[in-house]
């Protein structure tokens, strides 16, 4: 039987087909069952985080939204439970092998905590909607109440360094005295006593530790774009200035840290290669030696031993992340880690003494797995599955792509297949936000559900994406909707010559810079998309660089750089915004944002709501008003997918959950 509907004046008609067993929205999106561990200093407890309770969702079957109204998307949450669980902290006694909740969150929930210096407490941070103005918490081991250690209205405070050698205090950011730039203090953890460290002049970035907990370093942006690191001998002595990075060089150079002496800097450094280099500088003599490079990709992290500060380890993410020893110490241990799991190895942090290490391996077609490895017996005890009810389906895998921009450009990115069906197949490109940073090979919720709803997914690293040199990622300077939105059409028309994509049913969808990336798909290629999803995506560049978070200020000279100055360059920002060009859009969009947005401000999304709406365009929007700049809350983050999901499959045609 062939299935038609009607759909805001579309008809959609779907043919019959295998009816596969999918795997559940829940399943993916949901809250893992345990994330993130890591192990306390004394190496007798390891932390997670896990929701207080947790839904089991039942397999689910092909829907093909048969029965659906104009607006298409039904009753609000009809299939959404009401009560779900938050991330919360846990811990996990290694000698009782027992665990128990530590925090009982029931808002947003905890995404991001570490041991107090002593272990006798955790640490976490959390915000209000999601407005960005996280508070710095503690709670000991027994439960009990909660501290908040930054009780500031308006204030976000950062964690900055925290240092098991001291265990009484750790220093942390606050823009407290100017919500435009923050100021590092000395937190002392059984007082709240906060001590003024280092005065933010307003032009510093990130601030750089040494090893004696001593703010002796800064790196700090320049006027006319790039970056300068300032050092000084000692908290009280003048700054000096001993290196800059240029405009060229600012998005890829970058400070790891000081020696255990403090006579030395470890760099990451891009000027006169194209790729980074990790590099010693010689604060004496001025001398630098390059110690790890690659001609093709550049670093991407370091490992420095955290008790004599030497370097172990580095990583190049390359179609895979790679990790090669750089101390014999650790040598053997990288090859055991190596042969552990198959997939790409994560180091999550390590006990006090060095003996045990947590461990964690990213694959492209399993969730997450863990460990806790024992260096001096060289053996791993399996800790947890960070979605064990995956482990019941088959994910699909991850192939990696080079594909030729129109300029000659080469292009890396992935591309994903469907587990049934046959080529050509309906396609979604996903693009990454940053848009300076990079997608990369392993598991990836968004694309498991994509290639499970029948579509190829295709995620490809346009110029302006960070990891394959500088000059590639310069090369997306200005190119907002021009070169970089190119990079997107020829990728899709790379898939449709190989034979992969259906040209007919190709959709986009994004988030931050990926939600800009569809909206000007929509409104400058609408001839290569069927339909675009965009999620909080900026609308017009003028107001998002006038709007950005006052703590943003520090490096808004070198994103105008890069994107254009609303001052001068108004004309080239307004027709890179899809805003102006509502007339060209033809095809349906579903845009989502978080009302406490403090990135993407929601009237962006609003504007363009209402603009094409204005002209009978179809479509949908979802906010969500106790979201921010992402989707956290698990009934939020189901409400959305659960909308994207039968938005795709009314236009490409694919599959939609029951």
Same mark, same amino acid.
């Given at each position: 039987?062939?299935?038609?509907?009607?759909?805001?004046?579309?008809?959609?008609?779907?043919?019959?087909?295998?009816?596969?067993?999918?795997?559940?929205?829940?399943?993916?999106?949901?809250?893992?069952?345990?994330?993130s561990p890591q192990i306390s200093p004394d190496g007798a407890w390891v932390a997670y985080l896990a929701p207080s309770f947790k839904t089991s969702p039942k397999p689910a079957i092909r829907n093909n939204a048969k029965g659906l109204v104009p607006g298409f998307f039904g009753p609000r949450s009809q299939n959404i439970k009401k009560d779900f669980g938050v991330l919360n902290v846990w811990l996990y006694d290694r000698?009782?092998?027992?665990?128990?909740?530590?925090?009982?969150?029931?808002?947003?929930?905890?995404?991001?905590?570490?041991?107090?210096?002593?272990?006798?407490?955790?640490?976490?941070?959390?915000?209000?909607?999601?407005?960005?103005?996280?508070?710095?918490?503690?709670?000991?081991?027994?439960?009990?109440?909660?501290?908040?250690?930054?009780?500031?209205?308006?204030?976000?405070?950062?964690?900055?360094?925290?240092?098991?050698?001291?265990?009484?205090?750790?220093?942390?950011?606050?823009?407290?005295?100017?919500?435009?730039?923050?100021?590092?203090?000395?937190?002392?953890?059984?007082?709240?006593?906060?001590?003024?460290?280092?005065?933010?002049?307003?032009?510093?970035?990130?601030?750089?530790?040494?090893?004696?907990?001593?703010?002796?370093?800064?790196?700090?942006?320049?006027?006319?774009?790039?970056?300068?690191?300032?050092?000084?001998?000692?908290?009280?002595?003048?700054?000096?200035?001993? &290196?800059?990075?240029?405009?060229?060089?600012?998005?890829?150079?970058?400070?790891?840290?000081?020696?255990?002496?403090?006579?030395?800097?470890?760099?990451?450094?891009?000027?006169d290669t194209d790729t980074t280099r990790l590099v010693t500088l010689d604060l004496r003599t001025g001398k630098s030696e390059t110690v790890f490079s690659d001609p093709h990709y550049d670093i991407g992290s370091v490992v420095v031993n955290p008790e004599d500060r030497v370097l172990e380890m580095v990583s190049v993410d390359r179609v895979r992340n790679e990790w090669t020893a750089l101390r014999d110490s650790v040598?053997?241990?990288?090859?055991?880690?190596?042969?552990?799991?198959?997939?790409?190895?994560?180091?999550?942090?390590?006990?006090?003494?060095?003996?045990?290490?947590?461990?964690?391996?990213?694959?492209?077609?399993?969730?997450?797995?863990?460990?806790?490895?024992?260096?001096?017996?060289?053996?791993?005890?399996?800790?947890?599955?960070?979605?064990?009810?995956?482990?019941?389906?088959?994910?699909?895998?991850?192939?990696?792509?080079?594909?030729?921009?129109?300029?000659? &450009?080469?292009?890396?990115?992935?591309?994903?297949?469907?587990?049934?069906?046959?080529?050509?197949?309906?396609?979604?490109l996903l693009v990454h936000g940053g848009p300076w940073t990079r997608d990369g090979w392993g598991y990836d919720p968004m694309t498991q559900w994509l290639a499970d709803r029948g579509y190829a997914c295709l995620q490809i690293n346009f110029r302006g994406s960070s990891g394959f040199g500088k000059k590639f990622v310069n090369a997306g300077d200005k190119e907002w909707g021009r070169k970089m939105q190119n990079d997107?059409?020829?990728?899709?028309?790379?898939?449709?010559?190989?034979?992969?994509?259906?040209?007919?049913?190709?959709?986009?969808?994004?988030?931050?810079?990926?939600?800009?990336?569809?909206?000007?798909?929509?409104?400058?290629?609408?001839?290569?998309?069927?339909?675009?999803?965009?999620?909080?995506?900026?609308?017009?560049?003028?107001? &998002?660089?006038?709007?950005?978070?006052?703590?943003?200020?520090?490096?808004?000279?070198?994103?105008?750089?890069?994107?254009?100055?609303?001052?001068?360059?108004?004309? &080239?920002?307004?027709?890179?915004?899809?805003?102006?060009?509502?007339?060209?859009?033809?095809?349906?969009?579903?845009?989502?944002?978080?009302?406490?947005?403090?990135?993407?401000?929601?009237?962006?999304?609003?504007?363009?709501?209402?603009?094409?709406?204005?002209?009978?365009?179809?479509?949908?929007?979802?906010?969500?008003?106790?979201?921010?700049?992402?989707?956290?809350?698990?009934?939020?983050?189901?409400?959305?997918?659960?909308?994207?999901?039968?938005?795709?499959?009314?236009?490409?045609?694919?599959?939609?959950?029951?």
């Amino acid at each position: 039987m062939i299935v038609v509907f009607f759909a805001a004046g579309i008809f959609y008609v779907f043919l019959p087909g295998k009816t596969p067993v999918l795997i559940p929205r829940a399943v993916l999106f949901d809250l893992p069952e345990k994330i993130s561990p890591q192990i306390s200093p004394d190496g007798a407890w390891v932390a997670y985080l896990a929701p207080s309770f947790k839904t089991s969702p039942k397999p689910a079957i092909r829907n093909n939204a048969k029965g659906l109204v104009p607006g298409f998307f039904g009753p609000r949450s009809q299939n959404i439970k009401k009560d779900f669980g938050v991330l919360n902290v846990w811990l996990y006694d290694r000698k009782e092998k027992t665990e128990r909740v530590l925090t009982l969150d029931k808002g947003r929930g905890i995404h991001y905590y570490a041991w107090a210096p002593d272990g006798k407490s955790v640490l976490f941070l959390q915000d209000q909607g999601g407005n960005e103005n996280w508070h710095l918490y503690q709670i000991g081991l027994g439960g009990g109440p909660v501290r908040d250690l930054t009780p500031f209205d308006g204030v976000q405070a950062r964690i900055l360094e925290i240092n098991d050698h001291f265990p009484d205090s750790i220093l942390i950011e606050l823009n407290k005295d100017d919500v435009s730039r923050h100021d590092v203090y000395r937190l002392e953890l059984k007082t709240g006593k906060l001590e003024l460290v280092a005065r933010n002049t307003g032009q510093v970035s990130d601030w750089i530790v040494d090893a004696e907990m001593k703010v002796r370093g800064a790196f700090t942006a320049r006027s006319e774009g790039g970056h300068d690191v300032l050092l000084r001998d000692t908290e009280s002595a003048p700054w000096r200035k001993i &290196l800059s990075w240029g405009v060229e060089d600012s998005m890829t150079g970058w400070v790891v840290g000081f020696s255990q002496s403090g006579q030395q800097l470890y760099l990451v450094d891009s000027r006169d290669t194209d790729t980074t280099r990790l590099v010693t500088l010689d604060l004496r003599t001025g001398k630098s030696e390059t110690v790890f490079s690659d001609p093709h990709y550049d670093i991407g992290s370091v490992v420095v031993n955290p008790e004599d500060r030497v370097l172990e380890m580095v990583s190049v993410d390359r179609v895979r992340n790679e990790w090669t020893a750089l101390r014999d110490s650790v040598r053997e241990d990288l090859k055991v880690l190596q042969t552990l799991n198959p997939g790409d190895l994560m180091l999550v942090n390590r006990s006090r003494d060095d003996r045990y290490w947590i461990v964690g391996f990213n694959n492209d077609a399993s969730p997450l797995k863990y460990y806790i490895y024992d260096r001096k017996t060289r053996k791993a005890e399996f800790l947890f599955t960070h979605r064990p009810e995956l482990l019941k389906y088959r994910l699909a895998s991850m192939q990696a792509v080079a594909i030729p921009a129109r300029d000659g &450009l080469s292009l890396q990115g992935y591309l994903t297949f469907p587990k049934y069906g046959k080529k050509p197949f309906p396609m979604v490109l996903l693009v990454h936000g940053g848009p300076w940073t990079r997608d990369g090979w392993g598991y990836d919720p968004m694309t498991q559900w994509l290639a499970d709803r029948g579509y190829a997914c295709l995620q490809i690293n346009f110029r302006g994406s960070s990891g394959f040199g500088k000059k590639f990622v310069n090369a997306g300077d200005k190119e907002w909707g021009r070169k970089m939105q190119n990079d997107l059409s020829d990728a899709v028309a790379w898939t449709v010559r190989q034979g992969f994509a259906d040209p007919a049913r190709v959709g986009i969808m994004g988030a931050s810079y990926g939600g800009y990336a569809a909206l000007a798909a929509a409104a400058f290629t609408p001839e290569v998309f069927r339909c675009a999803v965009d999620m909080f995506g900026p609308s017009d560049l003028a107001t &998002l660089i006038r709007s950005m978070p006052p703590y943003w200020s520090v490096e808004k000279n070198n994103i105008i750089r890069r994107m254009g100055d609303p001052d001068t360059e108004a004309a &080239l920002l307004r027709e890179r915004s899809p805003i102006f060009f509502i007339n060209r859009i033809r095809i349906p969009v579903l845009i989502a944002q978080g009302a406490n947005d403090p990135r993407t401000p929601k009237s962006e999304s609003d504007r363009m709501v209402e603009a094409l709406r204005g002209k009978g365009i179809e479509c949908e929007y979802r906010v969500f008003p106790d979201e921010g700049h992402g989707f956290l809350k698990p009934a939020n983050r189901l409400q959305f997918f659960k909308d994207a999901e039968v938005f795709l499959a009314c236009h490409l045609g694919g599959h939609a959950e029951a």
